[in-house]
């Protein structure tokens, strides 16, 4: 099974900061990636697919790249309502791993 | 526009089976574009995979949980359906029922997703 690992856990950062979170996958997983926001009490919201395309609605703030096993999410100007939990996701046509989440708090 | 609301028990007992129910509405479970599927969380923690199923009804399972979990399609209510047998305390999570796009390259990511629904294993 391919595991996915997110580093940090925990990332403090104040409003206006630019942030980085990477996930690496056990094996190549190709551009199979997605990254998730999740606010408590919320369902996970789709930010990123197939590692670097921007969901339709999302701003053009949050971006991802990567590929093979190593991926990153970028914020580049932090706001107020960006402090959530933030998962990546591997998927293909046969199964599907979360990474364990890294919690984006306030400074 | 399409949504999906999870419904089911919200306590079941240990060793019993967990059932539970998504609704599709705004679209049909049986367009072929979609593919459906359950994911857990439980409290404090992370998501965890329980498996999906596509138009044609095959599926596929969390190697972790495979001997336990039937996922299911119901085309005349628009519903897709979890069974967890044998549940643990180690059960107890939210669980949403999500959906994604199926692509020529085989599937994309969960854009569509339930709001949630607690379920608490527990005699």
């Known amino acids: 099974d391919i595991q996915m690992t997110q580093s940090p856990s925990t990332l403090s950062a104040s409003v206006g900061d630019r942030v980085t979170i990477t996930c690496r996958a056990s094996q190549s997983i190709s551009s199979w990636l997605a990254w998730y926001q999740q606010k408590p009490g919320k369902a996970p919201k789709l930010l990123i697919y197939k590692a670097s395309n921007l969901e339709s609605g999302v701003p053009s703030r949050f971006s991802g790249s990567g590929s093979g096993t190593e991926f990153t999410l970028t914020i580049s100007t932090l706001q107020p309502e960006d402090f959530a939990t933030y998962y990546c996701?591997?998927?293909?046509?046969?199964?599907?791993?979360f990474g364990q989440g890294t919690k984006l708090e306030i400074k | 526009q399409v949504q999906l609301h999870e419904s089911g028990p919200g306590l079941v007992k240990p060793s019993q089976t967990l059932s539970l129910t998504c609704t599709v509405s705004?679209?049909?479970?049986?367009?072929?574009?979609?593919?459906w599927s359950w994911i857990r969380q439980p409290a404090g923690k992370g998501l965890e995979w329980i498996g999906r199923i596509y138009t044609s009804g095959s599926t596929n399972y969390n190697p972790s949980l495979k001997s336990r979990v039937t996922i299911s399609g119901d085309t005349s209510k628009n519903q897709f359906s979890l069974k967890l047998s044998s549940v643990t305390a180690a059960d107890t999570a939210v669980y949403y029922c999500?959906?994604?796009?199926?692509?020529?390259?085989?599937?994309?990511?969960?854009?569509?997703w339930g709001q949630g629904t607690m379920v608490t294993v527990s005699s």
């Open positions: 705004g679209g049909s479970i049986n367009s072929g574009s979609y593919y």
């Open positions: 996701q591997h998927y293909n046509s046969y199964s599907c791993t």
């Open positions: 999500a959906g994604g796009q199926v692509v020529l390259a085989g599937i994309d990511a969960l854009d569509i």
